[in-house]
Protein backbone atom coordinates (compact mmCIF):
# COMPACT_ATOMS: atom_id res chain seq x y z
CA UNK A 1 0.00 0.00 0.00
CA UNK A 2 1.16 3.48 -0.72
CA UNK A 3 1.50 6.40 1.85
CA UNK A 4 -2.21 7.45 0.61
CA UNK A 5 -3.62 4.18 0.80
CA UNK A 6 -2.50 3.86 4.08
CA UNK A 7 -3.65 7.60 5.22
CA UNK A 8 -7.21 6.54 3.86
CA UNK A 9 -7.01 3.26 5.67
CA UNK A 10 -6.29 4.84 9.19
CA UNK A 11 -8.84 7.31 8.88
CA UNK A 12 -11.45 5.91 7.46
CA UNK A 13 -12.82 4.33 10.45
CA UNK A 14 -13.22 7.99 11.74
CA UNK A 15 -16.38 9.69 11.94
CA UNK A 16 -14.39 12.56 11.21
CA UNK A 17 -10.84 12.97 9.43
CA UNK A 18 -10.47 16.56 11.51
CA UNK A 19 -11.26 18.53 14.57
CA UNK A 20 -14.99 19.48 15.27
CA UNK A 21 -18.34 18.06 16.90
CA UNK A 22 -21.90 18.31 15.82
CA UNK A 23 -22.27 21.23 18.10
CA UNK A 24 -19.53 23.41 16.63
CA UNK A 25 -20.62 22.71 12.89
CA UNK A 26 -24.44 23.64 14.55
CA UNK A 27 -22.86 26.91 16.46
CA UNK A 28 -21.32 28.04 12.85
CA UNK A 29 -25.31 27.30 11.41
CA UNK A 30 -26.54 29.90 13.98
CA UNK A 31 -23.79 32.60 13.01
CA UNK A 32 -24.86 32.06 9.64
CA UNK A 33 -28.25 32.80 9.47
CA UNK A 34 -28.82 29.54 6.96
CA UNK A 35 -31.77 28.16 9.86
CA UNK A 36 -35.33 28.67 8.51
CA UNK A 37 -34.41 29.44 4.93
CA UNK A 38 -35.90 26.59 2.25
CA UNK A 39 -34.42 25.11 -0.76
CA UNK A 40 -30.93 25.78 0.33
CA UNK A 41 -28.12 24.31 -2.19
CA UNK A 42 -25.01 24.28 -0.45
CA UNK A 43 -21.00 22.07 -0.91
CA UNK A 44 -19.37 20.41 1.46
CA UNK A 45 -15.89 21.04 0.21
CA UNK A 46 -13.28 18.11 1.45
CA UNK A 47 -16.57 16.46 3.39
CA UNK A 48 -14.22 13.44 4.22
CA UNK A 49 -16.84 10.69 5.49
CA UNK A 50 -19.37 13.82 6.00
CA UNK A 51 -19.61 14.58 9.89
CA UNK A 52 -20.47 18.14 8.71
CA UNK A 53 -22.38 16.97 5.30
CA UNK A 54 -25.08 14.86 7.40
CA UNK A 55 -25.28 17.76 10.34
CA UNK A 56 -26.12 20.19 7.49
CA UNK A 57 -28.65 17.75 5.63
CA UNK A 58 -30.24 17.09 9.06
CA UNK A 59 -30.75 20.54 10.83
CA UNK A 60 -31.77 22.71 6.94
CA UNK A 61 -33.96 22.88 4.12
CA UNK A 62 -31.15 22.18 1.64
CA UNK A 63 -29.46 19.67 -0.69
CA UNK A 64 -26.08 19.20 0.17
CA UNK A 65 -23.46 18.22 -2.62
CA UNK A 66 -20.63 16.59 -0.67
CA UNK A 67 -16.98 16.62 -1.79
CA UNK A 68 -13.81 15.11 -1.63
CA UNK A 69 -11.68 13.27 -4.01
CA UNK A 70 -11.22 10.36 -1.63
CA UNK A 71 -14.24 7.89 -3.60
CA UNK A 72 -13.54 5.44 0.04
CA UNK A 73 -14.37 8.61 2.41
CA UNK A 74 -17.93 8.90 0.07
CA UNK A 75 -19.05 5.62 0.27
CA UNK A 76 -18.73 5.69 3.88
CA UNK A 77 -20.53 8.83 3.88
CA UNK A 78 -23.31 7.23 1.63
CA UNK A 79 -23.49 4.29 3.65
CA UNK A 80 -24.38 6.70 7.19
CA UNK A 81 -26.56 8.73 4.66
CA UNK A 82 -29.02 6.11 4.03
CA UNK A 83 -28.96 4.24 7.31
CA UNK A 84 -29.60 8.05 8.75
CA UNK A 85 -32.49 8.37 5.88
CA UNK A 86 -30.88 11.66 4.68
CA UNK A 87 -29.62 9.69 0.77
CA UNK A 88 -31.67 12.27 -0.98
CA UNK A 89 -30.98 15.24 0.59
CA UNK A 90 -26.97 14.30 -0.20
CA UNK A 91 -25.15 13.82 -3.36
CA UNK A 92 -21.64 12.85 -3.07
CA UNK A 93 -19.22 14.37 -5.46
CA UNK A 94 -15.69 12.09 -6.16
CA UNK A 95 -13.48 15.51 -7.49
CA UNK A 96 -10.54 17.49 -6.34
CA UNK A 97 -11.22 20.81 -4.64
CA UNK A 98 -9.53 22.93 -7.98
CA UNK A 99 -11.39 23.60 -9.85
CA UNK A 100 -15.13 22.90 -8.29
CA UNK A 101 -17.97 22.28 -10.74
CA UNK A 102 -20.03 24.68 -9.77
CA UNK A 103 -21.97 27.29 -12.33
CA UNK A 104 -20.89 30.85 -10.96
CA UNK A 105 -23.66 32.26 -8.32
CA UNK A 106 -25.20 28.87 -8.08
CA UNK A 107 -24.62 28.15 -4.42
CA UNK A 108 -26.13 29.65 -1.14
CA UNK A 109 -23.23 28.23 1.20
CA UNK A 110 -20.09 26.62 0.83
CA UNK A 111 -18.88 24.67 4.07
CA UNK A 112 -15.81 23.40 4.67
CA UNK A 113 -14.55 21.90 7.56
CA UNK A 114 -10.70 21.41 7.98
CA UNK A 115 -10.01 20.93 4.54
CA UNK A 116 -9.08 24.35 2.51
CA UNK A 117 -5.51 24.23 4.05
CA UNK A 118 -5.43 21.51 0.81
CA UNK A 119 -5.84 24.67 -1.47
CA UNK A 120 -4.35 27.30 1.35
CA UNK A 121 -6.86 29.60 3.06
CA UNK A 122 -6.30 32.83 0.56
CA UNK A 123 -6.66 30.40 -2.30
CA UNK A 124 -9.41 28.67 -1.46
CA UNK A 125 -11.61 31.50 -0.62
CA UNK A 126 -10.81 33.56 -3.43
CA UNK A 127 -11.20 30.73 -5.63
CA UNK A 128 -15.07 29.72 -3.97
CA UNK A 129 -16.26 32.93 -4.00
CA UNK A 130 -17.64 33.54 -7.44
CA UNK A 131 -19.62 30.08 -6.84
CA UNK A 132 -21.93 31.93 -4.69
CA UNK A 133 -24.78 34.24 -4.73
CA UNK A 134 -24.58 37.72 -3.28
CA UNK A 135 -24.87 37.05 0.22
CA UNK A 136 -24.14 33.53 -0.20
CA UNK A 137 -22.13 32.17 3.04
CA UNK A 138 -18.77 30.76 3.45
CA UNK A 139 -18.61 28.69 6.65
CA UNK A 140 -14.78 27.52 6.85
CA UNK A 141 -12.62 26.23 9.28
CA UNK A 142 -8.75 26.53 9.44
CA UNK A 143 -5.60 26.34 11.24
CA UNK A 144 -5.07 29.33 13.66
CA UNK A 145 -3.02 30.17 16.37
CA UNK A 146 -4.57 31.55 19.49
CA UNK A 147 -2.54 34.46 20.57
CA UNK A 148 0.66 36.10 19.10
CA UNK A 149 2.96 34.55 21.26
CA UNK A 150 3.51 30.37 21.50
CA UNK A 151 6.67 27.65 21.95
CA UNK A 152 9.31 27.71 19.13
CA UNK A 153 8.58 23.88 18.67
CA UNK A 154 5.02 24.43 17.88
CA UNK A 155 5.48 27.07 15.45
CA UNK A 156 8.33 25.51 13.33
CA UNK A 157 6.00 22.07 13.39
CA UNK A 158 3.11 23.96 12.15
CA UNK A 159 4.28 25.96 9.77
CA UNK A 160 6.25 23.19 8.42
CA UNK A 161 2.99 21.52 7.71
CA UNK A 162 1.23 24.19 6.88
CA UNK A 163 2.41 27.71 6.02
CA UNK A 164 -0.84 30.00 6.25
CA UNK A 165 -1.17 29.06 9.85
CA UNK A 166 -1.78 32.41 10.85
CA UNK A 167 -3.92 34.32 14.06
CA UNK A 168 -7.52 34.46 13.50
CA UNK A 169 -7.60 38.10 12.80
CA UNK A 170 -5.10 37.41 9.83
CA UNK A 171 -7.43 35.04 8.02
CA UNK A 172 -10.39 38.13 9.42
CA UNK A 173 -8.40 40.22 6.92
CA UNK A 174 -7.79 37.92 4.01
CA UNK A 175 -11.76 37.50 4.01
CA UNK A 176 -12.70 40.91 3.79
CA UNK A 177 -9.92 41.66 1.43
CA UNK A 178 -11.26 38.52 -0.80
CA UNK A 179 -15.04 40.41 -0.76
CA UNK A 180 -16.54 38.83 2.49
CA UNK A 181 -18.73 40.52 5.21
CA UNK A 182 -17.52 38.67 8.54
CA UNK A 183 -20.50 37.32 10.27
CA UNK A 184 -19.00 35.70 12.88
CA UNK A 185 -15.47 33.66 14.23
CA UNK A 186 -15.22 30.95 17.25
CA UNK A 187 -11.86 28.95 18.01
CA UNK A 188 -12.90 25.08 18.26
CA UNK A 189 -12.56 24.13 21.99
CA UNK A 190 -10.24 21.13 23.19
CA UNK A 191 -12.61 18.83 22.68
CA UNK A 192 -13.18 18.88 19.26
CA UNK A 193 -9.19 18.05 18.75
CA UNK A 194 -9.31 15.12 21.55
CA UNK A 195 -12.87 13.56 22.45
CA UNK A 196 -14.02 13.92 18.60
CA UNK A 197 -10.84 13.32 16.76
CA UNK A 198 -7.80 12.16 18.31
CA UNK A 199 -9.12 9.71 20.60
CA UNK A 200 -11.11 8.00 18.53
CA UNK A 201 -7.82 7.72 15.92
CA UNK A 202 -5.64 6.52 18.53
CA UNK A 203 -8.02 4.17 19.50
CA UNK A 204 -7.64 2.87 16.15
CA UNK A 205 -3.69 2.76 15.80
CA UNK A 206 -3.68 -0.99 17.12
CA UNK A 207 -6.22 -2.65 14.66
CA UNK A 208 -4.52 -0.40 11.78
CA UNK A 209 -0.52 -1.39 12.91
CA UNK A 210 -1.95 -5.21 12.63
CA UNK A 211 -3.77 -4.94 9.33
CA UNK A 212 -0.19 -3.65 8.43
CA UNK A 213 2.46 -5.70 10.52
CA UNK A 214 5.76 -5.39 9.21
CA UNK A 215 5.25 -2.16 7.36
CA UNK A 216 7.51 0.32 8.01
CA UNK A 217 5.51 3.01 6.63
CA UNK A 218 2.40 2.00 8.75
CA UNK A 219 4.75 2.70 11.43
CA UNK A 220 5.88 5.75 10.99
CA UNK A 221 2.78 7.27 10.18
CA UNK A 222 1.10 6.02 13.43
CA UNK A 223 4.47 7.14 15.21
CA UNK A 224 3.99 10.89 12.90
CA UNK A 225 0.32 10.72 14.20
CA UNK A 226 1.64 10.08 18.05
CA UNK A 227 3.36 12.68 17.76
CA UNK A 228 1.30 15.35 16.84
CA UNK A 229 -1.20 14.43 19.18
CA UNK A 230 1.16 15.00 22.00
CA UNK A 231 2.55 18.21 20.35
CA UNK A 232 -1.08 19.73 20.97
CA UNK A 233 -1.76 18.02 23.75
CA UNK A 234 1.18 19.94 25.05
CA UNK A 235 -0.07 23.08 23.67
CA UNK A 236 -3.63 23.12 23.11
CA UNK A 237 -3.86 26.72 24.11
CA UNK A 238 -1.80 28.53 21.34
CA UNK A 239 -3.22 26.70 18.50
CA UNK A 240 -6.66 25.58 17.62
CA UNK A 241 -9.06 25.55 14.28
CA UNK A 242 -10.37 29.09 13.81
CA UNK A 243 -14.11 28.45 12.28
CA UNK A 244 -14.46 31.28 9.95
CA UNK A 245 -18.38 32.46 8.91
CA UNK A 246 -18.89 34.98 6.20
CA UNK A 247 -21.03 36.38 3.30
CA UNK A 248 -20.08 37.38 -0.02
CA UNK A 249 -20.39 41.04 -0.58
CA UNK A 250 -22.59 42.42 -3.43
CA UNK A 251 -20.09 42.99 -6.51
N1 LIG B 1 -14.31 17.81 6.59
C1 LIG B 1 -13.95 16.51 7.08
C2 LIG B 1 -13.96 16.50 8.59
O1 LIG B 1 -13.92 17.57 9.22
O2 LIG B 1 -14.04 15.39 9.15
C3 LIG B 1 -12.61 16.02 6.55
C4 LIG B 1 -11.41 16.85 6.92
S1 LIG B 1 -9.87 16.08 6.39
C5 LIG B 1 -8.71 16.91 7.41
C6 LIG B 1 -9.58 16.82 4.79
C7 LIG B 1 -10.41 16.18 3.68
O3 LIG B 1 -10.09 16.84 2.45
C8 LIG B 1 -10.13 14.71 3.44
O4 LIG B 1 -11.35 14.03 3.43
C9 LIG B 1 -9.42 14.64 2.11
O5 LIG B 1 -9.72 13.46 1.38
C10 LIG B 1 -9.97 15.87 1.42
N2 LIG B 1 -9.06 16.43 0.41
C11 LIG B 1 -7.74 16.70 0.54
N3 LIG B 1 -7.26 17.29 -0.57
C12 LIG B 1 -8.30 17.37 -1.45
C13 LIG B 1 -8.44 17.88 -2.77
N4 LIG B 1 -7.40 18.44 -3.40
N5 LIG B 1 -9.65 17.82 -3.35
C14 LIG B 1 -10.70 17.26 -2.71
N6 LIG B 1 -10.64 16.76 -1.45
C15 LIG B 1 -9.45 16.82 -0.82
Request: net charge negative.
Amino acid sequence: MDDLALLIDLHRGGARQGPGSPEATRLALTLSGLAGRSGLRIADIGCGTGASTRVLARDLDAHVTAVDFCAEFLADLDAAAAREGLGGRITTLCAPMEPLPFAPGSLDAIWSEGAIYNMGFATGVAAWRPLLRPGGILAVSDLSWLGAQRPDALTRYWEAQYPEVATPSAKTAVLEAAGYRILGWFALPPDCWLGHFYDPLRARFADFLARHAGSAEAAALVAAEEAEIALYERHSAHLSYGFHIAARTED
